[in-house]
């Protein structure tokens, strides 16, 4: 029973919690209705700006914001046109009927010229007309029209136009259907001076010897400043104090105070509300007591800021959050554009990997191959063919219903044993079954013959399909390396840039220690191999400290070989310096070539490539077209070409090597061989793999010892369909590895055993520099050959070395 009582208080509460949310959204949308869509908010803003004056008889704010209205929101126009003559008459009976002049005389031209075009570049001109012609009809009817007048409505009409524009800005931020997010800097100023105007509505009014213009633009001045920093507190405090200044010339020293209080409490904005507050509160005892001195007049000031202050502080978090993501620099702004980043990023990844699927679901479609079938559809083709050659030969014979009514099994068998003999090409050297075919049927010869000119129809059909399949099989190898690299770099996408807090104060520690001045550290990768460290710093005279400092400091950090891999230095003195550091590869590679083409000439059959991957791997390869001359360069190099192409994609090996294949058999009926024999090292644990189609034997060198490496694969292109066969070996610091063409393993003659001789060869190779040994070798086959090049002949040389960093690491502290 308790329980339950429980569980009802619980739900009661929660019920009401709900019903108490669901009220205050309903008021908020209520509020929001009211003042933004109704307009009303405008219509309190018109009723200032009837009332602003400044320079004691210029009023240029209300035309200016009718306009600005006319043009944005003339639903509401006629709102607004009521307001702005409210607040002109409480001024006023001369103010109000400026103001209904004007007003009038904007309407009439405004309706005049609707059929222009482009209506907001004449708006300008139709406010500056409507200013002067109310404003000189009165000069002249109290005849007063003299050269001050003139100057007067002049600057007064000037003012007017400059403030249209700027209004049209701001109007737009406060409108109710305001979708974009991000403010610039000339629209934050504009809205201040929009404010600052409204605000000039207000001079006169006191409460408790404060005047109200002077409460709310300090606190204007504290948001701003609380929101986004001293640059931007200041330049509103400036922006407002000018236009207050100029209703109240008097009060021009509160310009100041409201510039440095802005200044001030930016300054002070990592103490939160309390710190802007201190900020305004010094500022106004400075400026304050300098404008005013500590007599009388010094009180309203201070109750001024106090009553800012209050207001500031009253002032919801949530309300000032909103602002700040409005405004660039701040953090709520950095982390609604991180936000809005991530679920682009997110959806761009989402995007892919439905993409990888697609293509993965496109691949499967392909590839399937309805089993069960297979044997009735070879049993259907071959009754077709048995069909045909019926049809030429026994519709018409006497013994047709003997043969295949009474005898339909022993004929059947004849016809089809005969078909499968032809398509071997044997059919001459089974005498018996002539013999036994030839006492069965009366016109064997004529069957015989239908069937031998039949079957290359039917081979060739044969072969059609068996294209169209291994077509089909190429589409969809394809189609699953592009989903495979999609996939991969879906994931790429959805990476996070992780926080490292621990070593970026270690490495800001560090550095400050040894005196550089750090500006900015990005530190985008910890991960091992794969280090990506980003920073500013200030130097007066480089001279090298990225690398010879900075990197192994780093290196010592980690725990890893960290090296510059990008410099940018200001070539004046204290300038700034980006630099990035990435990880050190374990290994490097150098390589080694001598080639020779046959008959000495300058074209060779053979190309080679050797490749940066940009993933920590290196390849080598070689390719070795059919023939000799610029044909067979053009096949190697076409191989080469698909093979740098495809690999740089991010494709496996095996997969690049079966497209290579398949284009080069599919994309031409003539015969064209090349083969290609290919190796990938990886440069942070020094795996290699090899594949090798139709190549020769490569040589590994590790000291004295001779390493072998070969497979059994065919030149590419000879057969549609074939597995690469790939071998693993794990170098070491200091192997060689040796690859070459066949003219060089095939080259020597007058020697049994190549395999043996070149592996001595090698062995005795004294020098360890890659080209140095290629150069040997070469010269070596040749030599056997006395000096004849039969064969185009190549020979590549990679030497795998330790990575030794230019500067090692040192510890940061001595150690006691």
């Known amino acids: 029973m308790e329980t339950i009582t429980r569980n009802q208080t619980k739900n009661a509460y929660q019920q009401a919690l709900y019903n108490l949310i669901k009220w205050q959204r309903k008021q908020k949308e209520s509020a929001r209705r009211l003042l933004m869509d109704k ?21 240029p704010f209300a035309i200016a914001f009718f306009a600005s209205i006319w043009m944005l929101q003339r639903h509401v126009s006629l709102k607004v046109a009521i307001a702005i003559l409210i607040g002109g008459i409480t001024v006023s009976i001369e103010q109000g009927l400026f103001l209904f002049g004007a007003l009038l005389t904007f309407l009439l031209l405004a309706g005049a010229f609707k059929k222009i075009g482009n209506q907001q570049k004449i708006v300008p001109i139709l406010v500056f007309i409507a200013c002067v012609t109310p404003r000189l009809i009165t000069y ?51 809205m201040i001076i929009f404010l600052a105007s409204i605000l000039t509505g207000t001079i006169g009014w006191v409460f408790m ?156 479609s392909f590839l399937k191959v309805d089993v069960l079938t297979q044997v009735n559809k070879e049993s259907r083709e071959m009754d077709y063919f048995l069909s045909n050659v019926t049809e030429k030969t026994c519709q018409s014979c006497f013994k047709k219903a003997s043969c295949w009514v009474n005898q339909f099994d022993k004929t059947y068998d ?57 077509s089909r099989k190429f589409v969809a190898e394809q ?46 990768s910890l991960e091992p191999g794969n280090v990506d460290i980003e920073m500013n710093l200030t130097f007066y005279d480089y001279r090298g400290e990225a690398s ?60 080679y490539l050797t490749m940066d991957l940009g993933n920590g791997k290196f390849a080598l390869a070689i390719s070795d077209g059919m023939g000799n001359g610029e044909r067979a360069y053009l096949e190697s190099m076409e191989t080469l070409r698909l093979l740098k192409q495809i690999l740089q994609s991010g494709i496996d090996e095996k997969v690049a090597i079966k497209s290579i294949n398949s284009i080069l058999s599919l994309r031409t009926t003539d015969e064209i061989f090349s083969t290609l024999d290919l190796a990938v090292i990886d440069l942070h644990d020094a795996n290699s793999k090899f594949l090798k189609i139709g190549s020769t034997p490569s040589f590994i060198r590790r000291n004295k010892e001779i390493h072998k490496i070969e497979a059994g694969n065919l030149p590419i292109g000879i057969i549609q369909e074939f597995d690469v066969d790939e071998v693993s070996e794990q170098l070491k610091p200091g192997d060689i590895l040796i690859m070459m063409s066949d003219g060089i393993f095939e080259g020597p003659k007058h020697i049994e055993n190549v395999d043996l001789w070149l592996k001595r060869k090698i062995r005795e190779i004294e020098t360890e520099d890659p080209q140095a040994i290629a150069d040997i070798i070469l010269e070596e086959v040749i030599r056997t050959k006395s000096g004849d090049i039969d064969d185009d002949m190549t020979v590549l040389v990679a030497k795998l070395e330790d990575n030794i960093p230019e500067w090692a690491s040192f510890p940061l502290h001595k150690v006691q």
Not at 153 to 170: D, Y
Not at 492 to 521: D, P, S, W
């Open 39 to 59: 307009g009303w908010m405008l219509f309190f803003a018109g009723i200032l700006l009837g009332r602003a004056v400044i320079l004691t008889s210029v009023s």
């Open 479 to 524: 189609l699953k390396g592009v989903s495979d690299v999609m996939g991969n770099f879906a994931v790429e996408i959805l990476k996070e840039r992780k926080t490292h807090e621990q070593q970026e104060r270690e490495v800001v520690e560090a550095l400050n220690e040894m005196g550089f001045e750090i500006e900015k550290l990005d530190i985008y």
């Open 140 to 190: 002249f009817v109290q005849d007063q029209l003299e050269t001050y007048q003139w100057v007067f409505t002049l600057v007064e009409s000037g003012l007017s136009v400059v403030l249209v524009l700027i209004f049209m800005q701001s109007v737009p931020l406060i409108s109710p259907r305001k979708y974009k997010k991000d403010l610039k800097n000339e629209e934050i100023v504009c």
């Open 548 to 607: 010879k400092i900075i990197a192994p400091v780093l290196s010592e950090i980690l725990q890893e070989t960290i090296i510059v891999h990008y410099e940018e230095v200001s070539p004046f003195p204290d300038g700034f310096g980006h630099f990035a550091f990435k990880s050190a590869r374990q290994y490097n590679i150098s390589t080694g070539v001598a080639h020779a083409a046959k008959g000495g000439g300058f074209v060779s059959g053979d190309s």
């Open 209 to 364: 010897d404060a005047s109200i213009e002077q409460i709310f633009a300090r606190y204007l001045v504290l948001l701003l400043a609380y929101i986004a920093g001293a640059a931007i507190g200041s330049t509103v405090g400036v922006v407002t104090g000018l236009v207050l200044s100029l209703a109240d010339v008097a009060s021009l020293y509160q310009m100041s105070l409201l510039a440095f209080a802005g200044l001030l409490g930016g300054l002070l904005k990592d103490g939160k509300k309390i710190g802007v507050g201190v900020g305004l509160f010094v500022a106004t005892l400075l400026i304050g007591i300098y404008g005013e001195g500590i007599g009388g007049t010094f009180a309203p000031t201070i109750i001024e800021t106090a009553f800012a202050i209050v207001l500031f502080l009253l002032t919801p978090e949530s309300w000032i959050r909103k602002m700040a993501k409005h405004i660039p620099g701040t953090i709520e702004h950095r982390e609604e554009q991180e936000q809005y980043l991530q679920k682009v990023r997110d959806v761009t990844a989402k995007r892919v990997e439905k993409f990888s699927d697609m293509f993965q679901a496109l691949s499967k």
């Open 414 to 470: 004849y016809m089809t044993e005969m078909m499968s003999e032809l398509e071997d090409g044997t059919l001459q050297k089974r005498g018996k079954l002539l013999k036994d075919f030839e006492n069965h049927c009366v016109k064997s010869k004529k069957v015989i013959n239908t069937m031998e000119s039949e079957i290359s129809f039917y081979q060739a059909n044969q072969r059609l399909k068996k294209q169209v399949q291994e």
